[in-house]
């Protein structure tokens, strides 16, 4: 059971560059979210999804966009990417909007030169 | 949400027990508490909750002051893969959802040898 999958483990972008974050679950949970961590930092959350086909905003939207493809997978994309987002990204899911235990994924560390 | 305190940092001799405290004075009556934590690089991991009883799990016990004002999670055991930062978060359930936990600064549990 491999829980939260997130790809690529690590990245390194110049600045302008774009790419796409993917994130999927194999629990059968409906909610998903996006959270940053910078270092020495506690994690704030980007956008999540409280269920297939809603996304919300969270603490720290700008600069990103998500997509919820289907029940399993979600992702973070970075149009123009900034140094500002240099940082570890993680994804994380729970059954269900509301309950608040995560399941989160080992992390994907991304570097904007 | 209620604000918790943690210590920031916290060292524990390994095969003793760690006991990891954090306030909540602002607690209100339907806001759980929630203990997660994190080791070096992955990602969260959740360990365990409660309303106002004690409790145990594989991982640990949770026990709760009958005022609700602070809380302590117990590792019985403690070895060296306990070392991680610990977050202890207030929250209430269904309102909102997961998506509003804060993940603070959290204490950094050191165990050695």
């Known amino acids: 059971n491999a829980g939260v999958t997130q790809t690529p483990k690590f990245q390194v972008l110049k600045t302008g560059q774009s790419m796409t974050l993917q994130c999927a679950q194999d629990?059968?949970?409906?909610?998903m979210y996006w959270y940053r961590q910078d270092p020495g930092m506690g994690l704030r959350l980007i956008y999540y999804?409280?269920?297939?086909?809603?996304?919300d905003k969270g603490e720290v939207p700008n600069g990103y966009n998500v997509s919820r493809l289907n029940k399993r997978e979600f992702s973070l994309r970075l149009e123009s990417a900034a140094p500002s987002q240099t940082s570890v990204y993680f994804c994380?899911?729970?059954?269900?909007?509301?309950?608040?235990?995560?399941?989160f994924g080992a992390g994907s560390r991304l570097t904007v030169l | 949400d209620a604000k918790t305190t943690q210590p920031t940092s916290m060292d524990c001799a390994e095969g003793r027990a760690a006991n990891l405290p954090c306030n909540h004075s602002?607690?209100?009556?339907?806001?759980?508490v929630y203990w997660y934590r994190q080791i070096h690089s992955q990602g969260p991991q959740y360990i365990i909750h409660?309303?106002?009883n004690n409790e145990t799990n594989e991982m640990a016990s949770l026990i709760i002051t009958e005022d609700r004002k602070s809380s302590t999670l117990i590792l019985p055991h403690a070895t060296l893969r306990d070392t991680a930062v610990y977050y202890c978060?207030?929250?209430?359930?269904?309102?909102?959802?997961?998506?509003?936990?804060?993940f603070g600064q959290g204490t950094r549990l050191t165990i050695n040898p």
């Open positions: 994380a899911s729970t059954p269900v909007a509301g309950a608040n235990v995560l399941t």
């Open positions: 629990m059968n949970h409906n909610s």
């Open positions: 999804s409280a269920s297939e086909g809603t996304t």
């Open positions: 602002t607690i209100s009556g339907n806001e759980y």
């Open positions: 409660g309303l106002k």
């Open positions: 978060i207030v929250r209430v359930v269904g309102n909102q959802g997961a998506q509003k936990l804060v």
